[in-house]
């Protein structure tokens, strides 16, 4: 996900299987993924998907109904992007 001066940057998320938490991390070192240096974030479920805060920027991921891929939104200083995510299994 290519967010402003940051570059293009490789996310992981974790969703727990009640949806109250988002483990993510992400890096622009690939050598690095998947980095054990990872953040828990409180998460809430609304009709635009699951959102959490993550430091200064709000995130939304909103699943595909083919359950496969899913619409990420990020906003916050310097930045509004948006990018299409493939589930890992």
């Known amino acids: 996900m290519n967010i402003s001066f940051f570059g293009d940057i490789g996310y992981t998320f974790l969703i727990d299987p ?10 622009n ?3 690095e993924i998947p980095q054990t240096k990872a953040d828990v974030c409180r998460a ?3 009709a635009d998907g ?6 200064a920027w709000k995130w939304t991921l909103k699943p595909y109904p ?19 995510f493939e589930r890992q299994k």
């Open 18 to 27: 009640a949806q109250a938490t988002v483990k993510m991390w992400g890096t």
């Open 29 to 31: 070192k690939p050598s």
């Open 44 to 46: 809430s479920v609304g």
């Open 50 to 55: 699951i959102s959490w805060n993550w430091s």
């Open 66 to 84: 083919e359950g496969k891929t899913a619409l990420v939104k990020v906003a916050g200083p310097f930045q509004n992007a948006t990018a299409v």
